[in-house]
Nanobody
Framework: QVQLVESGGGLVQAGGSLRLSCAAS????????MGWFRQAPGKEREFVAA????????YYADSVSGRFTISRDNAKNTVYLQMNSLKAEDTAVYYC???????????????????WGQGTQVTVSS
């Protein structure tokens, strides 16, 4: 299974921006649907965004639509999450995930995720 390593988290003020990166190992990165999830203290893990294996289709949770952008560079085996207009409620540990040949909806439902990253902390201060 593909191995995922996340980076880019940190502390930012409300209204600011961060870009998260998730680097994947292996030769078959382009065959995986990729997603981002987050988990805040005391909360369940929730879906944030997903992108198709070729990068042509994206899907977002309502809470981040219009503010976050998921993208991927298959030549670099990397998926990104550009986060703009950050809010305090965006504070969470953010995880990337891989699911081979998945629909975006199945990724959003967290069904049979193949691989998870280690998580990176995003803290948004008011």
């Amino acid at each position: 299974q593909v191995q995922l390593v996340e980076s880019g988290g940190g502390l930012v003020q409300a209204g600011g921006s961060l870009r998260l990166s998730c680097a994947a190992s292996g030769r078959t990165f382009s065959s995986y649907t990729m997603g981002w999830f987050r988990q805040a203290p005391g909360k369940e893990r929730e879906f944030v965004a997903a992108i198709s294996h070729s990068g042509g289709i994206t899907y977002y949770a309502d809470s981040v639509s219009g503010r976050f952008t998921i993208s991927r560079d298959n030549a670099k085996n990397t998926v990104y999450l550009q986060m703009n207009s950050l809010k305090a409620e965006d504070t969470a540990v953010y995880y990337c995930a891989a699911k081979r040949y998945s629909t975006l909806q199945a990724m959003g439902a967290m069904t049979n995720i193949g691989s998870w990253g280690q998580g990176t902390q995003v803290t948004v201060s008011s």
